[in-house]
């Protein structure tokens, strides 16, 4: 079967694998219908020290269950799947607390996937983790394809900042980053019933697809200058809430300076720090929270349903569609600021 690898820094290319086989009792073998490109990924394309060949490190997907193993009960061959990047297991106490991107029992990479860009994928741990979407991917357009896609992770990541930091009918919200993320905690925080919402950016088409999102201002200026800005349109003393989708110390720092004392944080974008420290939020008592997104729990619960109704369209942020076979150019669309995301059609 073809996968995508790292052929060397800013090049990816396909090559033949061994399709994969059954492991364990709870793997599912999946044949891939959809798959993508991350900005997560885009740190392997840009490293300069990438090894010739490493696999690709997607991990988003929807597809057509092919084998199971015998501990699978609530999925089997034939079933039309969202493939989460989490690999939760619904049972310890992470789980059933709605935090299934840290799940207790399966720690650190044996809850992440890794190498989806490809025709198949093995899926551990799948037995509470796959998302059953009713009937086949012929049954729905190809705009509700990419919203059913956006379910494996981005949606899924968006609502977690939204979630972890309590938006609440009413509040007044700052999303800070407009990449894929950023959009989707948009619609995640209009779906909370947020009275504002700010997007910092400074690329117009991503403006314009935020406030047909739902966004009600956009902020292109940085630092001092765009937090006054910001606490200029929301008033008062500042924003209730800032949801952080980039994963820098810079975007931190906009976070906590758009908040009025008490605010709430909530950081879903990877960090690229590990020494930010917090000392200096005490005397604002504000509330941070974040991580990897509870992507079995929110699909499950809200968010599937969300997309079928057509209450959300979270798809629009797939600007761009390629083959398998143009993988390199959907990589590169990306990192060009050409393309929000990349969806990847696998035949």
């Not at 039309?80 to 990479?109: E, L």
């Not at 991503?206 to 200029?232: D, F, N, P, Y």
């Not at 709430?264 to 000392?279: I, N």
């Not at 992507?295 to 809200?302: A, M, R």
């Amino acid at each position: 079967m073809k996968s995508a690898i790292y052929t060397q820094a800013g090049q990816v290319g396909l090559t033949e694998i061994d399709r994969p086989q059954l492991q364990a009792a709870d793997d599912a073998i999946i044949r891939i219908v959809r798959t993508c490109v991350c900005g997560s990924d885009l740190w392997s394309y840009r490293n300069p020290d990438i090894e010739e060949g490493h696999g690709n490190s997607g991990h988003e997907a929807i597809g057509i269950v092919e084998e199971v193993g015998d501990a699978i009960t609530t999925v089997k061959a034939g079933d039309f799947v969202v493939a989460p990047f989490t690999h939760g297991c619904g049972q310890c106490d992470a789980c059933r607390a709605g935090f299934d991107g840290s799940c207790d029992r399966h720690q650190g990479g044996d809850n992440f996937s890794g190498g989806v860009q490809a025709e198949y994928i093995r899926f551990q741990h799948a037995d509470w983790s796959l998302i059953k979407i009713p009937g086949q991917p012929s049954d729905y357009t190809e705009g509700m394809l990419k919203s059913l896609l956006t379910l494996a992770d981005v949606m899924p990541t968006g609502y977690h900042a939204a979630r972890v930091a309590d938006v609440k009918p009413g509040d007044r919200v700052v999303v800070i980053g407009d990449g894929a993320v950023g959009q989707c905690a948009v619609i995640a925080a209009k779906m909370r019933g947020a009275s504002q919402i700010v997007l910092m950016s400074r690329h117009e088409d991503r403006q314009k697809m935020a406030l047909e999102s739902g966004a009600t201002a956009v902020v292109a200026e940085r630092g001092e200058e765009g937090i006054a800005k910001v606490r200029e349109i929301v008033g008062g003393n500042g924003a209730d809430v800032a949801l952080e989708c980039v994963g820098t110390e810079a975007a931190i720092d906009q976070a906590l300076g758009v908040l009025h004392n008490g605010g709430r944080v909530g950081f879903v974008g990877v960090p690229h720090y590990d020494k930010t420290p917090l000392g200096s939020t005490f005397a604002q008592n504000t509330i941070v929270g974040g991580g990897p997104a509870s992507v079995t729990t929110y699909v499950k619960d809200e968010l599937l349903k969300a997309v079928l109704d057509g209450a959300i369209n979270p798809g629009r942020v797939f600007t761009n569609t390629y083959k398998l076979s143009d993988v390199n150019q959907a990589y590169k669309d990306m990192d060009d600021r050409k393309s929000i995301k990349s969806m990847l059609v696998v035949d």
